[in-house]
């Protein structure tokens, strides 16, 4: 049987992860060991962030909500207590999009809520 060299395979594969560490700052973006323990980590960080990202998202909108509503007098758990009383079905993503660039439209909403009780 013939003898099998490795190490193109090998040069091969340490070179993919060198270029999937790209950008990176130090040895983590050219030597092997580095590279692989830095993207390694940087795989995990981004898969919990994902997960992440949307719970942070949703507080912001939620603050940007709040900061519009008492600007127009009213508390945020009283804003949407009245809208689900009202049978608005607008999302807070929209919301906190009407109250930073539409306030004339937000604020119409908060004038249509607080004649509901």
Known sequence: MTRVKRGVTAHRRHKKMVDAAKGYRGLRNCTFK??????????????????????TFRGLWITRINAACRANGMAYSRFINALLKADIQIDRKMLAELAVNNEAAFKSIIEKVKTVK
Do not use: E, P
């Not at 830095?38 to 719970?55: C, F, N, P, T």
């Open 34 to 55: 580095q590279a692989k323990t830095a993207v390694m980590k940087a795989g995990i960080h981004s898969y919990r962030d994902r997960r992440l990202k949307k719970r």
